[in-house]
T-cell receptor
Framework: NAGVTQTPKFRVLKTGQSMTLLCAQDMNHEYMYWYRQDPGMGLRLIHYSVGEGTTAKGEVPDGYNVSRLKKQNFLLGLESAAPSQTSVYFC?????????????FGSGTRLTVV | AQTVTQSQPEMSVQEAETVTLSCTYDTSENNYYLFWYKQPPSRQMILVIRQEAYKQQNATENRFSVNFQKAAKSFSLKISDTQLGDTAMYFCAFMKRGGIQGAQKLVFGQGTRLTINP
């Protein structure tokens, strides 16, 4: 099925460990995003990309890095995980060149840092 | 910067009743979109309805309708004839219209947890 695929779906990390979350989309979307969801705070934008090879900071970028080497993939990295990064992470994509402001979301990754 | 506020953390109604979820936003932009997203326990984000700010007519999708008050910067969601499957977290969101620099970034409210009771 066409859409946005996130891997892994669940992960438990120890403080200080590193990991990479992978987001893949097959809709030829130009823009991709990483959000984190925390109780009472909605979804907040971490980083985003407006095209292959580009990245930009969102609202809460500290402690995260991203890369978009291929148009279809957007990677989110945690170099040294902290308990404050315990959250549900969503990837999304949008814009196929038409006047369409629809987002497609992945199913989320629940990350726990202990 | 834009902000979106949902002042009702939780709401609960009986099945078949009508419920209205509130949302206010703050922006200096004139052209933008507003959205309501539903997040059921499955965690999937589902678009419920979208409103374009330049359109005066309120958007409607079956049992879902909005009351868009641009001057008041208010965007409430009304769900009629509620069903058990409407139980979910609902998020209001804002998107500035146009331009690559905006990159279609969504700004979300805090969410309202809606429970439909049988």
């Amino acid at each position: 099925n066409a859409g946005v695929t996130q891997t892994p779906k669940f992960r438990v990390l120890k403080t200080g460990q590193s990991m990479t979350l992978l987001c893949a989309q097959d809709m030829n979307h130009e823009y991709m995003y990483w959000y984190r969801q925390d109780p009472g705070m909605g979804l907040r934008l971490i980083h985003y990309s407006v095209g292959e090879g580009t990245t930009a900071k969102g609202e809460v970028p500290d402690g995260y890095n991203v890369s978009r080497l291929k148009k279809q993939n957007f990677l989110l990295g945690l170099e040294s995980a902290a308990p404050s990064q315990t959250s549900v992470y969503f990837c999304a994509s949008s814009y196929d060149g038409t006047v369409n402001y629809g987002y497609t979301f992945g199913s989320g990754t629940r990350l726990t840092v202990v | 910067a834009q902000t979106v506020t949902q002042s009702q953390p939780e709401m609960s109604v009986q099945e078949a009743e009508t419920v209205t979820l509130s949302c206010t936003y703050d922006t200096s932009e004139n052209n933008y979109y507003l959205f309501w997203y539903k997040q059921p326990p499955s965690r999937q984000m589902i678009l419920v309805i979208r409103q374009e700010a330049y359109k005066q007519q309120n958007a409607t999708e079956n049992r879902f309708s909005v009351n868009f008050q641009k001057a008041a910067k208010s965007f409430s969601l009304k769900i009629s004839d509620t069903q058990l499957g409407d139980t979910a977290m609902y998020f209001c969101a804002f998107m500035k219209r146009g331009g690559i620099q905006g990159a279609q970034k969504l700004v979300f409210g805090q969410g309202t947890r809606l429970t439909i009771n049988p």
